[in-house]
């Protein structure tokens, strides 16, 4: 087995930005509209709004970091270099259960939707299924996996606007509000700030894409530059297509208790606005979210691993290793592809609870490292400076302490036991085995 091999640089601006929105899963804002409604008092839209402004200081973080340190390792690699390498080895830790549990989401929802249009073949067929083809696809060059994903975001994106149209035809025959253009559903005199914070902590997990991206960055063409812009695009381009469509939804819907299950409303919301076809369409629209959010979070989480077993915090031989022809992590993917057999004995709750807190550990670490960073740097600095490498990191920060206190108990128990069994790990990797670790080094 030679694992000399190295990651190639293939990917463009383009696929990184496709490949940052199949990962959010634009669908996914139907799924959420009626738990964020009924939390935010019919104010979706506006608390997506206050949720992209706030994510966009975490996600200018991790552009900093990507242009100081070009690696695969995310915020694993990002905390291991200015904090500390132990704290690093944490981070990825518990990063992995947001990247190790996405995909099993996926391949749950796949399994519900797909079971409840053909109730006769058993739920776990689609689930193995899923797996089997989304770790296939890994297989190959990471380029297959952009092309793939770019068809089913550019599908996404056309039902989205398809819905858009929709919406416009109903509430011009009198739905909903009744008015194309408005201002209720972003401000009216019963909003309460607190909703719409709470209904922001709910919505901050549908932006992960632009954390996913930086896994790729060791296979992107000038990726100090490209992987930046990526981010920021994705953010953006995933923020206005909540915004959208979350807007319209809540013009027809102001009050959503008229529908029977706020909960679960999408498929009801497709029926309402478009007739039976149009369910169909949305319903394929949601495969193909599922779809390409676990194939690229297959792929994320791979070169994670990757990046860990390279600086030798896991098994080197096996998570270091690059196939020499396909050039991707293959021994990770079949890894991972096996692990995702655990969907068959989860539940969508409990594997949410796992996400959530791997992502605000990232997210939180990302920020702090920013301000390590600026904080250990003897040049001169400017007052520029401190606003882009101290306070706005910091405001990105203090957003994210919202967002822990909002974390449900599970959520936090999980996690913690998680990173509870990677501490002892690292104790018996450093302790016991002696092992040796050191700082991969980058050119500033």
């Known amino acids: 087995m030679n694992g000399s091999a190295e990651l190639t640089r293939s990917l463009k601006l383009w696929h990184i930005v496709v490949i940052g929105l199949g990962y959010m899963a634009p669908m996914a804002v139907f799924d959420t509209f009626g738990i964020v409604a009924e939390e935010t008092g019919g104010h979706v839209p506006a608390a997506y709004a206050v949720t992209l402004l706030a994510i966009l200081f975490t996600a200018a973080s991790y552009g900093k970091m990507v242009r100081v340190f070009p690696s695969a390792g995310t915020a694993y690699t990002y905390t291991q270099q200015t904090i500390h390498p132990y704290a690093g080895f944490l981070v990825g830790w518990a990063s992995l259960l947001d990247y190790l549990f996405l995909p099993m989401i996926n391949a749950l929802l796949t399994g519900v939707y797909l079971s409840s249009v053909f109730p006769d073949v058993p739920t776990t067929w689609w689930i193995i299924g899923f797996i089997v083809l989304i770790t296939l696809l890994n297989v190959f060059r990471v380029t297959v996996t952009a092309s793939v994903n ?82 920021l695009l994705v953010a953006l381009a995933g923020g206005a297509l909540f915004i959208t469509a979350s807007y319209f939804m809540q013009s027809l819907f102001p009050d959503v208790s008229v529908l029977s299950d706020p909960e679960a409303a999408s498929a009801e919301i497709a029926l309402f606005i478009g007739g039976s076809v149009f369910q169909l369409i949305f319903l394929a629209a949601a495969l193909s979210s599922t779809l390409a959010s676990g194939l690229v979070s297959v792929t994320s989480v791979t070169r994670l691993l990757y990046a860990m077993g390279r600086d030798g915090y896991l098994p080197k031989k ?119 670790l050191e700082l991969m080094k980058f050119e500033e």
């Open 150 to 231: 770019s068809f089913l975001v550019l599908f996404q994106i056309a039902v989205v606007i398809l819905f858009a149209g929709l919406a416009i035809r109903g509430l011009i025959n009198g739905d909903g509000l009744g008015q194309v253009l408005n201002i209720r559903p972003f401000l009216s005199a019963d909003l309460s700030v607190v909703a719409l914070l709470s209904g922001a902590s709910i919505l901050c997990f549908s932006f992960l894409g632009f954390d996913a991206v930086t896994t790729l960055t060791e296979e992107t063409v000038d990726a100090k530059k490209t992987i930046p812009r990526g981010i």
């Open 318 to 436: 096996w998570f270091g290793y690059i196939h020499p022809r396909l050039k991707t992590p293959l021994l990770n993917v079949l890894l991972v592809g096996t692990l995702m057999l655990a969907a068959l004995y989860l539940d969508l709750l409990t594997a949410t609870s796992f996400i959530n807190f791997g992502a605000l550990i990232a997210f939180s670490f990302v920020n702090l490292s920013v301000i390590a960073y600026f904080l250990r740097q003897k040049q001169e600095k400017r007052a520029t400076d401190w606003w882009g490498y101290f306070l706005a990191p910091l405001i990105g920060t203090a957003f994210l302490a919202f967002l822990w206190g909002s974390l449900h108990a599970k959520s936090m128990i999980l996690g913690l036991l998680w990173t509870f069994v990677g501490l002892v790990y690292l104790l018996y990797l450093v302790k016991i085995k002696g092992a040796k």
